[in-house]
């Protein structure tokens, strides 16, 4: 059976992987990241209480709104608090699924005699590094990976409504994705401020309303995205070195992080404006150098690098924070590439191996030179791979097949 015939098998493996990951990581809320943060502020916004809802949701309050209608959901059929939990993660999973099938049918289009291709769709619907992700109590991670790499998927084929549509919903999910916004505006060949304005428009409908909240949770808390300081200082990034080992660093369990540095005072509201910024002059010097003789979709490597970079760069960096850079070059290969997703296996077996594996046997100041021992390499050859002008080897290598006549 070639890649091209019918819809049936994407789907189903698409569904199967994302149910699995459910069934195996969304197993009890106690001690994520939910019950800290979302579980009081939803239960407040089923209950009709908008104001509490607006004054106590986290940062990514602007998700949970969106989300919100599955939350009604499982209040109606008379669920409980579990279900609530698991239901808001089902537009998140559905989002990877839908973007596994996309990238199946574009590969079909580009390569219609490839194999392999159902292991895209696995990838993208049951990646790995996602449970975590979903464990931890995170399943909008998955949401803005996938809307950041289909809203730039849309933009190389100029489809300016859907670009609009998933930038929207990127943006108004969670505030990192406003380091894709400069790779979609120069992935279009046109309507551009109309994409961003449309997208930029979207996501306020669900971010103000917390602007607006009166009390202390309101607007302080978005204007602290950019500002934020912090203790919490991962090995996995490279500002590891600057910490210091003077200061007893606790966990959120209140013990002894044993080796772990502390961060240096001024870093804090440095990084999170220097990862929103670092990637609009990239983006523009690849539209420069690129003007004239641009490979579409090598768009996509320029994605995963500044995702990358995002993650190199943010002293908070955790595993499901490379979700956004594995789809990037998931879908990459996807339609550059007939053989099999190695690139994104082995970037997805590296993230395992350095948030998984690794801190189980060697110390912080030894995670943190063999994270940075594979990203920086990674972060090298995605420029070089996307900045330099294609030869004509290249180009062969990457143009799409004369269609059948």
């Not at 493996?13 to 990581?25: E, N, T």
């Not at 949401?143 to 929207?168: D, S």
């Not at 917390?210 to 602290?224: D, H, I, K, M, P």
């Not at 956004?324 to 990459?332: D, E, G, K, S, T």
């Amino acid at each position: 059976m070639t890649a091209h015939r019918g819809w049936g098998a994407p789907v189903l493996v698409a569904l199967v992987a994302a149910g699995f990951s459910m069934w195996s990581q969304m197993t009890g809320l106690a001690w994520t990241d939910y019950d800290a943060e979302a579980a009081g502020p939803m239960a407040a916004l089923v209950s009709g209480e908008l104001q509490t809802f607006l004054t106590t949701a986290p940062a990514y309050g602007g998700s949970l709104l969106m989300r919100s209608p599955f939350a009604f959901a499982a209040d109606l059929l008379g669920g409980g608090e579990m279900a609530v939990y698991r239901l808001l993660a089902v537009p998140c999973l559905l989002a990877a699924a839908a973007f596994g099938v996309a990238l199946y049918r574009m590969r079909a289009h580009r390569h219609p005699a490839a194999r392999w291709s159902l292991v895209f769709v696995a990838l993208a619907a049951g990646n790995p590094v996602a449970l975590r992700a979903l464990d931890i109590g995170h399943p909008e991670e998955l949401l803005g990976a996938a809307c950041c790499a289909g809203a730039v998927l849309a933009a190389i084929r100029g489809k300016t409504l859907l670009v609009t549509l998933l930038l929207g919903i990127a943006l108004a999910n969670k505030a990192w994705a406003v380091v894709a916004v400069p790779v979609v505006f120069v992935a279009m060949p046109r309507h551009r401020i109309r994409a961003i304005v449309g997208a930029g428009a979207l996501a306020a409908v669900f971010v103000v309303p917390f602007l607006f909240a009166e009390t202390q949770g309101g607007s302080g808390r978005l204007v602290a995205l950019t500002s934020q300081t912090s203790t919490i200082f991962q090995p996995w990034q490279i500002w590891w070195p600057l910490g210091d080992l003077e200061h007893v660093v606790r966990g959120g369990d209140g013990l002894i992080k044993a080796d772990y540095r502390y961060p240096p005072e001024w870093l804090g509201p440095l990084t999170h404006p220097l990862i929103a910024l670092v990637a609009v002059p990239l983006a523009l010097l690849w539209w420069r150098r690129r003007a004239d003789d641009r490979s579409a979709d090598d768009v996509l490597l320029l994605l995963a690098m500044v995702m990358l970079l995002r993650c190199v760069l943010d002293p908070w960096n955790i595993s499901y924070y490379h979700l956004p850079f594995l789809f990037a070059l998931l879908a990459w290969e996807s339609v550059a590439r007939a053989r099999p997703p190695i690139l994104s296996l082995s970037a997805t077996l590296l993230v395992w191996a350095s948030f998984g594996w690794i801190p189980q046997v060697a110390s912080p100041d030894v995670q943190a030179l063999l994270y940075l021992g594979w990203t920086l390499p990674a972060l090298s050859a995605l420029a070089v791979a996307a900045y330099r002008l294609p030869s004509p080897r290249w180009a062969s290598r990457t143009a799409a097949p004369a269609p059948a006549r």
